[in-house]
């Protein structure tokens, strides 16, 4: 542990950190241009934010588009309601145990498909087959298999989640070297040994690809699960709010869920920052 | 000791058709020889190393490696030093270099020293917590130099390790090189396309050429040791050697030339 601290602190010194004149003039102008970024995404945003204000209810009737003002100070006021939460909560399992299970078995059934040739060979049509269904119009009968609660809606993102996974999973597995296999093999490694330290490596990038691509994919399995029969969850609420016409709670309902899938993603880039990072001091190459 | 017996490799290219590559190949390394094997890329020389460590199985002939045929992948007592590094990038240099050592169960205070010796004598004393992307091309290719000498295997394969650098790295590595095995002698295979660089290093110098490829010629070189690299080539020795073993390659180049045209 030690060591790999040492090692993560001397990265910083080799990426160019260490203050010299040369690469504090880099950092200004760098900072210079990041502000220039910032300002312009934020004048983009304000700038849609106002055209929107302007048009709702002149041009546009403000129960088919509500408005900023509108949505915010609803989605303020839902998130102080006991209701809200729970309807958070309950889509917040079903993104959980849907991805979780969908990401195991990808793995698994990933790496055994790249390890075993006989596997790969009867299975790999047989899964591109099933992977040509549009995994939504199995939501009918998942409603039918696991009933109206959770956890229909966690197989519908599972099902879509695994797919995405195991083929990130299986791409990497055949993206390792032989060559480097081969020479762990020639210094006298065991088939465990080579697993551990090269192949299960090897596939940390393409696993957190895959991890970083399937936090949206699960959110929407669950919520077209909720979508189709639910009576909790925040897809049950904006479907509820739009029979209602109640634009402003639509909008506050997907801002919800995008801001979910945010706190997500943002979960999944700690650990791979934590996991990775022998990745990110790379300069020579 | 290390026999070729009449080794011969047919590949099957994906279309079905049969390529010769190897045809009669006879040679022998002593024990603690350097045995430097050169020849025109595509007369089938890398085949010939992947054969003697069992990656790939001959078609004709047969390896013997100390006594026993090679059959499947040889993992006892040797080493093997690829044209890339082939390090594993998600771990420091020092655990790189200890890695063998961890396969041969060595305990981990003494993994620790060997590792830091051989990174000491390769010249990567001082970035031993550094990971593979951080070091230039020569420097991760000391550390490949320095994971295989750490476990002291009685024989090395080399498959054109220095081909990838730069002349000036290459030539301080092969002097490196040299200096190693000078005090820790070893049996070595070592496989090239550079004349100079064959002539440099070796005992004995075998002559690959041709389509399919056979041995034309194995050559002494009788160059006092230690050899200073960087003057070689000034020597007259050297030129003489160097002009009789072009001799044997020129024939087998032009047809090469003819092919891939």
Same mark, same amino acid.
């Given at each position: 542990?030690?060591?790999?601290?040492?090692?993560?602190?001397?990265?910083?010194?080799?990426? @160019?950190?260490?203050?010299?004149?040369?690469?504090?003039?880099?950092?200004?102008?760098?900072?210079?241009?990041?502000?220039?970024?910032?300002?312009?995404? /934020?004048?983009?945003?304000?700038?849609?934010? %106002?055209?929107?204000?302007?048009?709702?209810?002149?041009?546009?009737?403000?129960?088919?588009?509500?408005?900023?003002?509108?949505?915010?100070?609803?989605?303020?006021?839902?998130?102080?309601? *006991?209701?809200?939460?729970?309807?958070?909560?309950?889509?917040?399992?079903?993104?959980?145990? %849907?991805?979780?299970?969908?990401?195991?078995?990808?793995?698994?059934?990933? /790496?055994?498909?790249?390890?075993?040739?006989?596997?790969?060979?009867?299975?790999?049509?047989?899964?591109?087959?099933?992977?040509?269904?549009?995994?939504?119009?199995?939501?009918?009968?998942?409603?039918?298999?696991?009933?109206?609660?959770?956890?229909? *809606?966690?197989?519908?993102?599972?099902?879509?989640?695994?797919?995405?996974?195991?083929?990130?999973?299986?791409?990497?597995?055949? @993206?390792?070297?032989?060559?480097?296999?081969?020479?762990?093999?020639?210094?006298?490694?065991?088939?465990?040994?080579?697993?551990?330290?090269?192949?299960?490596?090897?596939?940390?990038?393409?696993?957190?690809?895959?991890?970083?691509?399937?936090?949206?994919?699960?959110?929407?399995?669950?919520?077209?699960?909720?979508?189709?029969?639910?009576?909790?969850?925040?897809?049950?609420? /904006?479907?509820?709010?739009?029979?209602?016409?109640?634009?402003?709670?639509?909008?506050?309902?997907?801002?919800?869920?995008?801001?979910?899938?945010?706190?997500?993603?943002?979960?999944?880039?700690?650990?791979?920052?934590? /996991?990775?990072?022998?990745?990110?001091?790379?300069?020579?190459? | 000791?290390? !026999?070729?017996?009449?080794?011969?490799?047919?590949? !099957?290219?994906?279309?079905? +058709?049969?390529?010769?590559?190897?045809?009669?190949?006879?040679?022998?390394?002593?024990?603690?020889?350097?045995?430097?094997?050169?020849?025109?890329?595509?007369?089938?020389?890398?085949?010939?190393?992947?054969?003697?460590?069992?990656?790939?199985?001959?078609?004709?002939?047969?390896?013997?490696?100390?006594?026993?045929?090679?059959?499947?992948?040889?993992?006892?007592?040797?080493?093997?030093?690829?044209?890339?590094?082939?390090?594993?990038?998600?771990?420091?240099?020092?655990?790189?270099?200890?890695?063998?050592?961890?396969?041969?169960?060595?305990?981990?205070?003494?993994?620790?020293?060997?590792?830091?010796?051989?990174?000491?004598?390769?010249?990567?004393?001082?970035?031993?917590?550094? $990971?593979?992307?951080?070091?230039?091309?020569?420097?991760?290719?000391?550390?490949?130099?320095?994971?295989?000498?750490? $476990?002291?295997?009685?024989?090395? $394969?080399?498959?054109?390790?220095?081909?990838?650098?730069?002349?000036?790295?290459?030539?301080?590595?092969?002097?490196?090189?040299?200096?190693?095995?000078?005090?820790?002698?070893?049996?070595?295979?070592?496989?090239?396309?550079?004349?100079?660089?064959?002539?440099?290093?070796?005992?004995?110098?075998?002559?690959?050429?041709? +389509?399919?490829?056979?041995?034309?010629?194995?050559?002494?070189?009788?160059? +006092?040791?230690?050899?200073?690299?960087?003057?070689?080539?000034?020597?007259?020795?050297?030129?003489?050697?160097?002009?009789?073993?072009?001799? $044997?390659? !020129?024939?087998?180049?032009?047809?090469?030339?003819?092919? !891939?045209?």
């Amino acid at each position: 542990m030690s060591t790999q601290m040492q090692a993560r602190s001397t990265a910083v010194a080799v990426d @160019g950190e260490i203050v010299s004149p040369k690469t504090s003039r880099r950092t200004s102008r760098d900072r210079k241009w990041r502000i220039k970024v910032t300002i312009g995404q /934020v004048v983009t945003i304000l700038l849609i934010l %106002g055209i929107w204000q302007a048009i709702s209810g002149n041009v546009i009737p403000d129960y088919l588009i509500s408005s900023p003002t509108g949505v915010a100070s609803d989605t303020v006021t839902l998130l102080q309601t *006991k209701t809200m939460w729970n309807d958070i909560l309950t889509t917040t399992q079903e993104l959980v145990f %849907g991805y979780a299970i969908g990401v195991v078995f990808g793995v698994i059934v990933g /790496v055994l498909m790249g390890s075993l040739k006989y596997v790969s060979s009867v299975f790999e049509p047989i899964i591109a087959g099933i992977n040509g269904i549009p995994k939504i119009a199995l939501a009918p009968l998942f409603l039918l298999w696991f009933g109206l609660g959770i956890w229909s *809606k966690v197989a519908q993102a599972s099902m879509i989640v695994f797919f995405v996974m195991y083929y990130n999973v299986y791409m990497g597995m055949l @993206g390792i070297s032989p060559m480097l296999v081969k020479l762990f093999q020639v210094m006298g490694a065991k088939r465990g040994y080579v697993a551990r330290k090269v192949v299960l490596p090897s596939l940390s990038i393409p696993i957190f690809s895959g991890l970083k691509a399937c936090v949206p994919f699960a959110m929407i399995g669950v919520i077209v699960g909720e979508f189709i029969a639910a009576d909790q969850g925040v897809g049950y609420f /904006v479907l509820q709010a739009t029979q209602q016409f109640d634009s402003a709670g639509l909008f506050s309902g997907i801002i919800i869920m995008v801001a979910m899938v945010l706190i997500g993603m943002a979960i999944v880039t700690f650990c791979q920052n934590r /996991v990775l990072f022998w990745q990110r001091t790379g300069h020579d190459k | 000791m290390l !026999e070729f017996r009449n080794v011969s490799k047919r590949f !099957e290219t994906p279309g079905g +058709q049969e390529v010769d590559v190897l045809q009669d190949v006879s040679f022998t390394v002593d024990d603690d020889e350097f045995c430097v094997v050169v020849g025109p890329s595509g007369c089938g020389k890398s085949t010939l190393l992947n054969l003697a460590l069992g990656l790939v199985p001959v078609t004709g002939g047969e390896i013997v490696h100390n006594g026993k045929r090679v059959e499947s992948i040889v993992s006892s007592d040797v080493g093997y030093i690829t044209q890339d590094a082939n390090l594993l990038p998600w771990s420091t240099v020092l655990e790189n270099i200890m890695s063998p050592l961890e396969i041969r169960g060595v305990p981990k205070a003494d993994r620790k020293a060997t590792a830091m010796e051989w990174a000491e004598a390769v010249g990567l004393g001082k970035f031993v917590n550094f $990971y593979p992307g951080q070091l230039s091309g020569g420097m991760q290719k000391r550390c490949s130099i320095a994971r295989t000498m750490v $476990y002291d295997p009685a024989m090395i $394969y080399m498959d054109e390790p220095f081909g990838p650098l730069d002349a000036i790295t290459r030539t301080i590595l092969q002097e490196t090189l040299l200096k190693l095995w000078q005090t820790r002698r070893k049996t070595i295979l070592f496989i090239t396309h550079d004349l100079v660089e064959a002539i440099a290093l070796g005992d004995t110098v075998v002559v690959i050429n041709g +389509q399919p490829g056979g041995v034309k010629a194995r050559i002494p070189i009788p160059l +006092q040791r230690p050899r200073e690299i960087r003057h070689l080539a000034a020597s007259p020795e050297f030129v003489e050697l160097h002009t009789k073993i072009w001799s $044997y390659l !020129e024939p087998g180049v032009g047809n090469n030339l003819g092919e !891939e045209m």
